[in-house]
Protein backbone atom coordinates (compact mmCIF):
# COMPACT_ATOMS: atom_id res chain seq x y z
CA UNK A 1 0.00 0.00 0.00
CA UNK A 2 1.38 3.21 -0.62
CA UNK A 3 1.77 6.44 1.48
CA UNK A 4 -0.48 8.61 -0.35
CA UNK A 5 -3.14 6.16 -0.16
CA UNK A 6 -3.25 5.26 3.04
CA UNK A 7 -3.70 8.48 4.31
CA UNK A 8 -6.08 9.66 1.72
CA UNK A 9 -8.67 10.10 4.01
CA UNK A 10 -9.50 11.54 7.32
CA UNK A 11 -11.11 11.23 10.21
CA UNK A 12 -12.16 13.38 13.18
CA UNK A 13 -11.16 13.13 16.84
CA UNK A 14 -13.68 12.08 19.35
CA UNK A 15 -13.45 14.45 22.24
CA UNK A 16 -15.61 12.76 24.66
CA UNK A 17 -13.56 11.39 27.27
CA UNK A 18 -14.74 7.77 28.77
CA UNK A 19 -12.93 7.84 31.96
CA UNK A 20 -11.02 10.59 33.12
CA UNK A 21 -8.86 9.10 36.00
CA UNK A 22 -6.66 10.95 38.77
CA UNK A 23 -7.67 13.79 38.33
CA UNK A 24 -4.99 16.41 40.10
CA UNK A 25 -4.84 20.10 40.86
CA UNK A 26 -2.55 21.89 37.95
CA UNK A 27 -2.76 25.42 39.03
CA UNK A 28 0.99 26.41 38.62
CA UNK A 29 2.15 23.04 37.62
CA UNK A 30 2.95 22.15 34.01
CA UNK A 31 3.54 18.73 33.57
CA UNK A 32 7.19 17.58 32.49
CA UNK A 33 5.63 14.80 29.82
CA UNK A 34 3.17 14.34 27.88
CA UNK A 35 2.80 10.84 26.41
CA UNK A 36 0.14 9.09 23.86
CA UNK A 37 -0.65 5.59 24.54
CA UNK A 38 -1.98 3.50 21.86
CA UNK A 39 -2.30 -0.54 22.64
CA UNK A 40 -3.81 -3.62 20.51
CA UNK A 41 -3.36 -1.30 17.54
CA UNK A 42 -3.97 -5.24 15.73
CA UNK A 43 -3.24 -3.90 12.01
CA UNK A 44 -4.53 -6.31 9.08
CA UNK A 45 -5.36 -5.81 5.58
CA UNK A 46 -9.10 -6.43 6.03
CA UNK A 47 -12.22 -3.99 7.29
CA UNK A 48 -10.44 -0.84 5.75
CA UNK A 49 -8.16 -1.15 8.86
CA UNK A 50 -5.00 0.86 7.38
CA UNK A 51 -6.79 3.69 6.30
CA UNK A 52 -9.11 3.66 9.27
CA UNK A 53 -5.89 3.15 11.49
CA UNK A 54 -4.55 5.98 9.70
CA UNK A 55 -6.85 8.22 10.18
CA UNK A 56 -7.17 7.60 13.71
CA UNK A 57 -3.76 8.13 14.26
CA UNK A 58 -2.91 11.03 12.31
CA UNK A 59 -5.79 13.24 14.04
CA UNK A 60 -4.25 11.94 17.27
CA UNK A 61 -1.07 13.43 16.30
CA UNK A 62 -2.45 16.72 14.93
CA UNK A 63 -4.57 17.43 17.74
CA UNK A 64 -1.98 16.79 20.78
CA UNK A 65 1.72 17.69 21.25
CA UNK A 66 3.48 14.56 22.72
CA UNK A 67 6.93 14.17 23.92
CA UNK A 68 6.78 10.05 22.70
CA UNK A 69 4.60 7.15 22.39
CA UNK A 70 4.09 4.02 24.45
CA UNK A 71 2.57 1.37 22.17
CA UNK A 72 1.58 -1.30 24.64
CA UNK A 73 1.79 -4.20 22.13
CA UNK A 74 -0.76 -6.41 20.04
CA UNK A 75 0.73 -4.27 17.20
CA UNK A 76 -0.46 -6.17 13.90
CA UNK A 77 -3.39 -8.55 14.22
CA UNK A 78 -1.84 -11.98 14.92
CA UNK A 79 0.95 -14.03 14.06
CA UNK A 80 0.24 -16.90 16.34
CA UNK A 81 -2.77 -18.39 15.37
CA UNK A 82 -2.51 -21.80 13.34
CA UNK A 83 -3.29 -21.15 9.82
CA UNK A 84 -0.93 -18.11 9.68
CA UNK A 85 1.74 -18.40 7.18
CA UNK A 86 5.29 -16.52 6.29
CA UNK A 87 2.97 -14.05 3.87
CA UNK A 88 0.50 -13.20 6.50
CA UNK A 89 3.07 -12.82 9.14
CA UNK A 90 4.89 -10.44 6.40
CA UNK A 91 2.37 -8.47 4.79
CA UNK A 92 1.16 -7.62 8.56
CA UNK A 93 4.66 -6.11 9.65
CA UNK A 94 4.76 -3.91 6.32
CA UNK A 95 1.21 -2.81 6.99
CA UNK A 96 2.77 -1.84 10.94
CA UNK A 97 5.67 -0.06 9.35
CA UNK A 98 3.30 1.57 7.52
CA UNK A 99 1.12 2.94 10.48
CA UNK A 100 3.89 3.30 12.97
CA UNK A 101 5.62 5.49 9.81
CA UNK A 102 3.12 8.38 10.19
CA UNK A 103 5.37 10.05 13.27
CA UNK A 104 8.52 10.97 13.66
CA UNK A 105 7.72 10.53 17.92
CA UNK A 106 10.01 8.18 19.28
CA UNK A 107 8.19 5.06 20.24
CA UNK A 108 8.60 2.67 22.83
CA UNK A 109 6.88 -0.56 23.00
CA UNK A 110 6.20 -3.75 24.55
CA UNK A 111 5.06 -7.41 22.69
CA UNK A 112 1.82 -8.79 22.56
CA UNK A 113 0.69 -12.13 22.76
CA UNK A 114 -0.56 -11.66 19.07
CA UNK A 115 2.61 -10.73 17.59
CA UNK A 116 4.67 -13.42 17.62
CA UNK A 117 4.83 -16.41 14.82
CA UNK A 118 5.49 -19.65 16.52
CA UNK A 119 4.54 -21.74 13.68
CA UNK A 120 7.37 -20.87 11.83
CA UNK A 121 8.86 -23.89 10.24
CA UNK A 122 11.44 -24.15 13.05
CA UNK A 123 12.80 -22.44 15.79
CA UNK A 124 16.19 -21.57 13.62
CA UNK A 125 13.94 -19.75 11.46
CA UNK A 126 14.90 -15.55 11.33
CA UNK A 127 10.76 -15.08 11.99
CA UNK A 128 10.13 -17.11 14.45
CA UNK A 129 9.25 -15.90 18.20
CA UNK A 130 9.92 -13.07 20.00
CA UNK A 131 13.44 -11.76 18.75
CA UNK A 132 11.96 -11.53 15.18
CA UNK A 133 9.15 -8.98 17.08
CA UNK A 134 12.26 -7.04 19.17
CA UNK A 135 13.27 -6.27 15.55
CA UNK A 136 10.64 -5.13 13.79
CA UNK A 137 9.67 -3.11 16.70
CA UNK A 138 12.98 -1.62 16.75
CA UNK A 139 12.81 -2.22 20.63
CA UNK A 140 16.44 -3.00 22.24
CA UNK A 141 15.28 -6.71 24.14
CA UNK A 142 11.82 -7.94 25.00
CA UNK A 143 12.29 -6.13 28.07
CA UNK A 144 14.41 -2.92 29.16
CA UNK A 145 13.81 0.44 30.94
CA UNK A 146 14.76 4.42 30.16
CA UNK A 147 14.73 7.59 31.93
CA UNK A 148 12.79 11.04 30.46
CA UNK A 149 12.97 13.93 32.39
CA UNK A 150 12.87 12.55 35.79
CA UNK A 151 10.84 9.78 35.17
CA UNK A 152 11.99 6.12 35.28
CA UNK A 153 10.43 3.92 32.07
CA UNK A 154 10.46 0.11 32.55
CA UNK A 155 8.94 -1.69 29.69
CA UNK A 156 8.12 -5.73 30.70
CA UNK A 157 7.37 -9.35 28.52
CA UNK A 158 4.72 -11.29 30.15
CA UNK A 159 4.89 -13.37 27.36
CA UNK A 160 5.53 -16.40 29.41
CA UNK A 161 4.21 -19.56 30.79
CA UNK A 162 1.15 -18.55 32.92
CA UNK A 163 1.91 -14.78 31.53
CA UNK A 164 4.57 -14.14 34.09
CA UNK A 165 7.95 -12.93 34.34
CA UNK A 166 10.89 -15.12 33.61
CA UNK A 167 13.44 -15.77 35.99
CA UNK A 168 15.91 -13.47 34.70
CA UNK A 169 13.18 -10.71 33.72
CA UNK A 170 12.11 -10.69 37.33
CA UNK A 171 15.82 -10.80 38.31
CA UNK A 172 16.35 -7.43 35.80
CA UNK A 173 13.42 -5.73 37.39
CA UNK A 174 14.54 -6.28 41.38
CA UNK A 175 17.79 -4.85 40.18
CA UNK A 176 16.52 -1.96 37.66
CA UNK A 177 13.90 -0.94 40.37
CA UNK A 178 16.53 -0.84 43.49
CA UNK A 179 19.33 0.97 41.58
CA UNK A 180 17.07 3.80 41.40
CA UNK A 181 16.92 7.12 43.73
CA UNK A 182 14.85 7.03 46.11
CA UNK A 183 11.43 9.02 44.88
CA UNK A 184 12.24 8.31 41.24
CA UNK A 185 8.86 8.06 40.26
CA UNK A 186 8.25 5.27 37.87
CA UNK A 187 5.82 4.20 35.17
CA UNK A 188 5.60 -0.25 34.30
CA UNK A 189 4.01 -1.10 30.50
CA UNK A 190 2.82 -4.58 29.71
CA UNK A 191 0.85 -5.77 27.45
CA UNK A 192 -1.05 -7.81 29.99
CA UNK A 193 -3.15 -6.13 33.13
CA UNK A 194 -0.77 -6.43 36.13
CA UNK A 195 -4.15 -5.79 38.14
CA UNK A 196 -7.58 -4.81 35.90
CA UNK A 197 -11.46 -4.70 37.47
CA UNK A 198 -12.13 -6.71 33.75
CA UNK A 199 -10.22 -9.00 34.07
CA UNK A 200 -13.60 -10.54 35.85
CA UNK A 201 -15.00 -11.28 32.70
CA UNK A 202 -13.06 -10.97 29.95
CA UNK A 203 -9.18 -11.51 28.66
CA UNK A 204 -7.06 -12.35 31.47
CA UNK A 205 -4.17 -10.85 33.78
CA UNK A 206 -0.22 -11.63 35.06
CA UNK A 207 -0.10 -14.82 36.77
CA UNK A 208 3.08 -13.51 38.87
CA UNK A 209 0.33 -10.24 40.41
CA UNK A 210 1.62 -11.29 43.33
CA UNK A 211 5.15 -11.53 43.27
CA UNK A 212 4.79 -7.91 41.54
CA UNK A 213 2.54 -6.79 44.21
CA UNK A 214 4.83 -7.24 46.93
CA UNK A 215 7.58 -5.74 44.79
CA UNK A 216 5.76 -2.28 44.56
CA UNK A 217 5.02 -2.20 47.77
CA UNK A 218 8.77 -2.68 48.52
CA UNK A 219 9.29 0.44 45.99
CA UNK A 220 6.15 2.38 47.02
CA UNK A 221 7.55 5.35 46.80
CA UNK A 222 8.57 5.19 43.14
CA UNK A 223 5.97 3.33 41.59
CA UNK A 224 3.09 5.68 40.45
CA UNK A 225 1.61 3.82 37.97
CA UNK A 226 1.16 0.67 35.48
CA UNK A 227 0.11 0.89 31.74
CA UNK A 228 -1.40 -2.05 29.88
CA UNK A 229 -3.88 -3.26 26.93
CA UNK A 230 -4.60 -7.02 26.15
CA UNK A 231 -8.28 -6.52 27.53
CA UNK A 232 -9.70 -4.03 24.71
CA UNK A 233 -11.70 -2.72 27.62
CA UNK A 234 -10.87 0.74 29.52
CA UNK A 235 -11.01 0.44 32.72
CA UNK A 236 -9.12 1.92 36.37
CA UNK A 237 -8.08 0.16 39.52
CA UNK A 238 -5.95 1.77 42.45
CA UNK A 239 -4.17 -0.31 44.89
CA UNK A 240 -1.16 0.48 47.60
CA UNK A 241 -0.69 3.93 45.79
CA UNK A 242 -0.02 2.44 42.24
CA UNK A 243 -2.51 3.41 39.32
CA UNK A 244 -3.40 0.54 37.19
CA UNK A 245 -4.68 2.03 33.74
CA UNK A 246 -6.19 -0.64 31.36
CA UNK A 247 -6.12 1.86 28.17
CA UNK A 248 -8.86 0.35 25.90
CA UNK A 249 -7.83 -0.20 22.23
CA UNK A 250 -7.22 1.57 19.38
CA UNK A 251 -8.98 -1.37 17.15
CA UNK A 252 -12.02 -1.76 19.09
CA UNK A 253 -13.76 -4.46 17.92
CA UNK A 254 -10.59 -6.16 16.20
CA UNK A 255 -11.50 -3.46 13.32
CA UNK A 256 -14.94 -5.26 13.24
CA UNK A 257 -18.56 -4.13 13.37
CA UNK A 258 -18.53 -4.90 17.11
CA UNK A 259 -20.99 -4.53 19.65
CA UNK A 260 -23.38 -2.10 17.95
CA UNK A 261 -26.35 -3.05 19.16
CA UNK A 262 -25.77 -2.62 22.76
CA UNK A 263 -23.05 -0.16 23.03
CA UNK A 264 -21.57 1.43 19.78
CA UNK A 265 -20.23 0.72 16.22
CA UNK A 266 -16.73 -0.88 16.35
CA UNK A 267 -17.45 -1.29 20.34
CA UNK A 268 -16.25 -3.75 22.27
CA UNK A 269 -18.30 -4.53 24.97
CA UNK A 270 -18.92 -1.43 27.04
CA UNK A 271 -15.38 0.34 25.31
CA UNK A 272 -14.69 2.41 22.40
CA UNK A 273 -11.47 2.26 19.90
CA UNK A 274 -9.43 4.96 21.54
CA UNK A 275 -6.08 5.90 23.59
CA UNK A 276 -4.74 7.65 26.23
CA UNK A 277 -2.85 10.64 26.92
CA UNK A 278 -1.02 10.41 30.30
CA UNK A 279 0.36 13.65 31.74
CA UNK A 280 3.40 13.32 34.42
CA UNK A 281 4.28 15.14 36.66
CA UNK A 282 7.88 16.04 38.49
CA UNK A 283 6.31 15.02 41.74
CA UNK A 284 5.34 11.68 40.91
CA UNK A 285 1.57 12.52 39.76
CA UNK A 286 -0.23 11.48 37.00
CA UNK A 287 -3.17 12.03 34.51
CA UNK A 288 -4.32 9.46 32.48
CA UNK A 289 -7.21 10.43 29.92
CA UNK A 290 -8.66 7.50 27.73
CA UNK A 291 -10.66 9.01 24.71
CA UNK A 292 -12.46 7.69 22.18
CA UNK A 293 -11.80 8.64 18.18
CA UNK A 294 -14.67 9.17 16.23
CA UNK A 295 -15.51 6.06 13.58
Same mark, same amino acid.
Given at each position: ? %??? =? ?23 ? %? ?14 ? @? *? ?7 ? &? ?9 ? *??? +??? $? ?10 ? /? ?6 ? #??? #?? @? ?29 ? $? ?7 ? !? ?8 ? @? ?7 ? *? ?6 ? +? ?8 ? *? ?10 ? +? ?9 ? /? ?10 ? !? ?6 ? !? ?11 ? @? ?22 ? #? ?8 ? !? &? ?6 ? $???? +? %?????? =? ?7 ? =??
Amino acid at each position: M %KRR =SFLKTSATLGSTAVLPVNAITTDNK %KPVLTIAHITDVHIRD @Q *DNAPERAAN &YFTEILRNNKF *DFI +LNG $GDSIFDASYDNV /TREMVTNQ #WAL #WD @QFIGLTSLKVHSCIGNHDAWWKAPSKQDEMY $GIPYVVKRL !KIPNRYYSFD @QKGWHFVIL *DGNNAGIT +LDPEQMKWLV *DDLSRLPANTPV +LIMSHYPILSS /TCAWSGGQHGDY !KELKALFF !KHKDKIKICLSGH @QHLQDAVEYNGVSYFCNGSLSGFW #WGDGDKESAG !K &YYYQETPP $GYAI +L %KLYADG =SVRNQYSSV =SI
